[in-house]
């Protein structure tokens, strides 16, 4: 296995932040949208068992971790996941990378989506853990947990408090988190510029009144594609998979009982499996 590595990558919008280690098939890892996240800060406890069989890459999304911050206008002009589209395609180029496999959460899990729909011959397999845009809630929106990030840079601002409410939210079972992660996530999500675009963000959100529809072109993707999904998410439920599992032509789902919104943490050991064996048996697979 190679060393952990970080760096940054230039593109025309701005320099993209990215930690790998492993060697083997690529596999890109998209993190969520809360106050804080970023790549590393989202996946660090699944990067070691990945990294025995693949090449993995931990992309911050514009806005977040040590990525560029889009301007408000840039909000204005396009959404953030066409931004993100966009950006990461521009950094995956600059890397000399054409073919990977692609995992996406949330916020990430909606960028996953428009990645492979905008050049779907450069995606080997898809992974989707509650992705925002391909899900159609049959229940109220916003939910809660859209709700608790919505809210969290406004009024005082960050707090610990707020940020173990948000946490709370985000999983089935907040006890399996300890103070210390409460703390580390609480001091990522601290940083002033994004603060800043997280307000920006959250306008942008609102004025689009959600996120980009990408529920709507799910049956143009043909690559095989693994739904994982929480029975207890409370930020993006269970009953929008139902389009998704009607719409694409090669997809199976996973749901995990006693589980929230981020299955990476919640049932680590089953998520990396899951994953594992679903994209080495692409690897398998004759040509």
Request: charged residues 20%.
């Amino acid at each position: 296995m190679s060393d952990l590595t970080s760096h940054t990558v230039s593109t025309a919008l701005g320099d993209i932040a990215v930690t790998e280690q492993g060697t083997g098939p690529v596999l890109v890892m998209l993190h969520g949208g809360g106050p804080g996240a970023s790549g590393m800060g989202n996946y660090e406890k699944n990067l070691p068992n990945f990294a025995q069989n693949f090449r993995v890459i931990l992309l911050d999304q514009p806005g977040f971790g040590g990525s560029y911050r889009p301007s408000e206008q840039d909000l204005i002009d396009r959404s953030i996941t066409q931004i993100t589209v966009d950006a990461l395609f521009q950094a995956l180029d600059a890397m000399g990378i054409d073919q990977f496999h692609l995992l996406g959460n949330s916020l990430g899990g909606a960028a996953a989506l428009a990645m492979t729909l905008a050049q779907q011959e450069r995606i080997r397999r898809l992974v989707l853990m509650a992705p925002g845009g391909g899900w159609l809630s049959f229940g109220p929106t916003p939910t809660e947990g859209q709700k608790m990030m919505f809210r969290y840079y406004n009024g005082e601002g960050p707090t610990v408090k707020k940020m173990k409410n948000f946490i709370s939210t985000m999983v089935a079972d907040p006890r399996s988190f300890s103070d210390e992660d409460v703390q580390r996530r609480y001091e990522g999500s601290l940083d002033e510029s994004h603060i800043e675009f997280y307000h920006h963000y959250n306008a942008a959100f609102a004025r689009r009144h959600g996120m980009d529809p990408l529920w709507q072109q799910v049956h143009k993707i043909k690559i095989p594609t693994l739904l994982l999904w929480g029975l207890e998410d409370r930020t993006i439920t269970l009953d929008g998979a139902q389009l998704m599992l009607k719409q694409m032509r090669d997809v199976q789902l996973h749901v995990f009982s006693r589980c929230g919104h981020w299955v990476q943490l919640e049932k680590q050991r089953e998520f990396e499996r899951l994953v594992t064996d679903f994209l080495l048996d692409a690897e398998e697979a004759p040509a």
